[in-house]
Every structure is written in C-alpha cells, then in structure tokens.
C-alpha cells in the first residue's frame, strides 16, 4: 500500500482564522504514533501576515496568494512562495490549504480544486473535494502560469484542495465545524487516521452541489469610490438581471444611487463586507452550478 503524505497549510492570508486555529489544534490532538504516512502542518504558513492579521505581509505588501511561483531572490513574499512550490509542495502527494473571506469578505463554505492537466489526479482532486462535507465545491481554472497556491501545486505535479471556510475576519461555531470536519474527512480519505481527530459533526446538507467560476462577468466591481448595499447575501439563487445591490455615493447626496444587477445568475459565492469600498474591489461574485 502507498504510504501517503500530506501537506495541511492555513494562514496564507493573515486574516482567516478557521484554518489557523483548526491547525493548532490539530497539532495538539494528533498522536504521532498513530499516523500512517508523512504528515506537514502549517498552520502560520506567511506568520508576518498572520501577526499582523492582515491579508498580506507587512514586510513588502506582498499577497502569498498570488506570488507564485516566486523567486528565492525577490522580496520575502516571494520568496516563501518560491520555498512552498519549489521545495516544500513537491515532497507531497496532497496540499490542503485553507482560506476564508478574510476581514473584506462573506464567504459561502466551499472547497475548491484547480484542474489538473492529469486526467487520473484531476477526478482524484475531485473526489477528495467532494469528501471534505461542504455543501459547495468549485473547479478553478486558471492556467498553467496562475500564482496562487492551488495552481503551485499544479505545477508541483501534486493534488491542491483548498476552500473558503468562513469570512470578516472572525470565526463562528458552524464555521470551525466545517472546517473541523473537513480535516477529519481528509485525513481518513487518505487513511492517514483509523477514526477522526475532532470528531466533528458533517453539517446538514444533502451532495456537493459542483460550481463553475470562470468568468469575469460573474462578479460586480466597483468602479469608483462609494458605499455598496447588497440586495442578497452569499448562498442566494439568483437569475441573471437580479438586483445584486446599490452603490451610493455619501459625497454627492444628490446623486441617486445606482442599481447593479447581475449579468449571470447562480448561486451567490461571497459579497463585500465593508461598505465603503474603492475602484477596483470586488462587490458580490455568483458561481454557475455544474449539473
């Protein structure tokens, strides 16, 4: 039998806390002794942003996100994301990374996987995503060159899970849940444990329901600085034409609001928290369910 070996990392961004915590905790739980195959936790992957509780390193404004590949004589960013993809990723068969919306976002729970070029490793990633007890899971497809942690995995020749386990920056009891049992069914799914660490309940919730998010036009972004009111929240079926929200402008009172609707519909991924936003940031995203 292969023995496997997996790499748990969280902390990518400094602002998501289920990861990080989940982690800790897993280190703490974990009996050595009886894990089958070779097991990395990271759980303060980028600790300069994790100490800060910022999205990116206050050392040189880096996002590890998308700084892959990297470079081991760039910036300390990029070299930590050359170190992950070139050493580190490439000693695993699986890379678990785990993400939230962070302080700016709403997140629906959901995994993701990146395809893969490998037929054999892409239903692979597949059916360890489905396994994770999400209730949604996205396939992303970013090209060969994308920076991001998944598309490092990629190229490392290895499987890459991640997820949105929460969002704004905080935690609550379902989102630590989730991410609680997410870790238990990755473990087992790769018979790396005989019984679950946490234990923690699968959330109620019928199959995965498999989204597509590909396109530019499934998100709404700001164009210019002013206050967005979102008309639905993350996990609401909308058709394309729907009222996504209003953008105001608190400068210009007598300018009205203007109404944004969205150009596809689906099912609403995640939307902005902070009111206030500038050109540039994204407002609400919806991803297309694969049938």
């Known amino acids: ?75 300390p960013t990029s070299r ?34 990146e395809r893969h070029d490998d037929p054999a490793m892409h239903q692979r990633a597949l059916a360890l995503m489905t396994g994770l007890g999400l209730a949604y899971g996205f396939v992303a497809d970013n090209g060969p060159a994308a920076p991001t942690s998944m598309g490092a995995a990629r190229r490392a020749g290895v499987i890459g899970v991640s997820g949105e386990f929460g969002g704004g920056g905080t935690v609550t009891p379902a989102s630590m849940a989730a991410t609680r049992h997410a870790i238990d069914s990755l473990l087992l799914a790769l018979g790396m444990v005989e019984a679950p660490v946490f234990g923690a309940a699968r959330p109620h919730h019928g199959p995965m329901q498999v989204l597509s998010l590909a396109r530019h036009s499934q998100a709404i972004y700001a164009t210019r600085h002013g206050w967005f009111e979102p008309a639905v929240l993350p996990g609401a079926t909308v058709a394309a034409g729907d009222v996504a929200g209003w953008y105001h402008d608190l400068e210009d009172l007598e300018r009205p609001e203007e109404e944004l609707r969205f150009a596809e519909g689906g099912v609403v991924l995640s939307r902005r928290l902070h009111a206030m936003c500038e050109a540039g940031d994204c407002l609400i995203q919806v991803a297309e369910p694969v049938d």
Do not use: K
């Not at 292969?2 to 989940?22: C, F, I, Q, R």
């Not at 709403?106 to 995994?111: G, I, R």
């Open 1 to 75: 039998m292969v023995t496997p070996s997996l790499l748990m990392m969280a902390g990518n961004h400094g602002d998501e806390y289920e990861g990080e915590l989940s982690l800790a905790r897993l280190i703490r739980a974990l009996d050595p002794s009886r894990i089958r195959g070779r097991l990395t936790i990271l759980p303060i992957a980028n600790a300069p942003a994790v100490r800060a509780a910022r999205r990116c390193s206050p050392l040189d404004g880096g996002n590890l996100n998308r700084a892959f590949p990297g470079s081991p004589d760039g910036t």
């Open 80 to 113: 930590l994301a050359h170190f992950l993809e070139s050493y580190l990723f490439p000693r695993h068969d699986v890379v678990f990374d785990i993400h939230s919306g962070g302080t700016s976002m709403e997140h629906v729970l959901c995994a993701l996987v």
